[in-house]
């Protein structure tokens, strides 16, 4: 799929480079969603895009996030978002700048994600009057939507807080939850770095200067950095959670322990004295006694109130 915003302000929808007559269209950005290799040799041919940057995007050197020549300026982004299992994962987006216009490049599945929790981000393109502008709106979304994602997590583990700290409610899932939050911080953390070191690249790049975007990119950068102390925020927060849990979990561990040890003490010693009236020894002398056994009776009865008064006492009960 091929998304066009002409210059003229209209949404053009194609299925296939062929469909384009590259002499007839005069556009501000052209957005590929699960792009092929026919489109990118396509794109090579007509307009002389460089894809090294997404060819090589896995690697961490600095040109597998952003790479200029004097033709174009090519952007690498790792967006974390949640698929429609409700996990995050995370997907590469690839910006083009070149002299033609504006590249995009996204998979079906994080765009069908953009345009659910964001429906009005083509209206927003729309009402661009420039190549600039355009360019400036991408930096921008990149950077509330990094604090949007912050802040939908931040809620998640409030609420997990709440039912942890003041609600008392816990068990083996929230500390699953806490380690899928965990998770989740990391891939918002990582991501945010690059986009990070992206934006400050840029800022020292030939390209700004053409397109005259430092400060509004310095501000980005700065929320940002505001994020980035959310994030780590978030992570203090868990670990406290997690430390909350494992110490109730202990403290339940040790009274059960306890438990135990008074109800083992409370029956061996009535089970003691069974024992020995059970031994059927010939001459044992209690055996004859006309009262022999409601005095064991009582004996038993006896051993096992005592061990639990002197627990009482001890306040382990």
């Keep these: 799929?091929?998304?066009?915003?002409?210059?003229?302000?209209?949404?053009?929808?194609?299925?296939?480079?062929?469909?384009?007559?590259v002499s007839d269209l005069d556009f501000y950005i052209m957005q590929f969603i699960d792009y092929?290799?026919?489109?990118?040799?396509?794109l090579e041919k007509n307009y002389g895009l460089d894809f090294t940057i997404m060819k090589h995007f896995e690697d961490i050197e600095i040109s597998s996030h952003f790479l200029e020549d004097d033709n174009q300026a090519s952007?690498?982004?790792?967006i974390p978002f949640y698929n429609i299992d409700h996990k995050m994962v995370e997907e590469p987006i690839f910006i083009?700048?070149?002299?033609?216009?504006?590249?995009?490049?996204?998979?079906?599945?994080?765009?069908?994600?953009f345009n659910k929790i964001y429906p009005n981000k083509l209206l927003s393109f729309q009402k661009k009057s420039n190549s600039e502008s355009i360019f400036k709106f991408?930096?921008?979304?990149?950077?509330d939507y990094f604090a949007d994602i912050t802040e939908s997590q931040t809620k998640k583990i409030k609420m997990l807080a709440n039912r942890v700290l003041i609600e008392n409610k816990f068990s083996g899932y929230e500390m699953d939850i806490i380690t899928e939050y965990n998770f989740n911080n990391l891939l918002i953390k990582e991501s945010l770095i690059e986009t990070t070191?992206?934006?400050?690249?840029?800022?020292?790049?030939?390209?700004?200067?053409?397109?005259?975007?430092?400060?509004?990119?310095?501000?980005?950068l700065n929320d940002l950095n505001v994020i980035s102390d959310y994030?780590?925020?978030?992570?203090?927060?868990?670990?406290?959670?997690?430390?909350?849990?494992?110490?109730?979990?202990d403290l339940e561990q040790n009274y059960i322990f306890k438990m135990l040890?008074?109800?083992?003490?409370?029956?061996?010693?009535?089970?003691?004295?069974?024992?020995?009236y059970g031994m059927n020894f010939k001459y044992m002398p209690e055996l004859d006694a006309t009262y022999g056994y409601p005095i064991v009776i009582v004996a038993m009865i006896i051993s096992a109130i005592l061990p639990f008064i002197y627990f009482k006492r001890k306040k382990w009960l």
């Design 1 to 21: 799929m091929i998304e066009i915003l002409s210059k003229e302000k209209e949404l053009l929808k194609i299925q296939n480079t062929s469909e384009i007559v």
């Design 36 to 42: 092929s290799t026919s489109d990118v040799e396509w």
């Design 75 to 78: 952007f690498h982004f790792s």
């Design 96 to 113: 083009i700048l070149s002299k033609a216009g504006l590249f995009l490049f996204t998979s079906a599945s994080l765009d069908d994600y």
């Design 138 to 143: 991408q930096f921008e979304f990149i950077s």
């Design 197 to 220: 070191r992206v934006y400050t690249l840029y800022m020292r790049s030939d390209w700004d200067k053409k397109m005259g975007l430092k400060k509004e990119i310095k501000a980005e």
């Design 231 to 249: 994030i780590q925020f978030n992570f203090d927060r868990l670990d406290d959670l997690k430390e909350n849990i494992s110490s109730k979990i």
């Design 261 to 276: 040890t008074v109800v083992t003490v409370c029956i061996s010693l009535p089970t003691f004295i069974a024992g020995v």
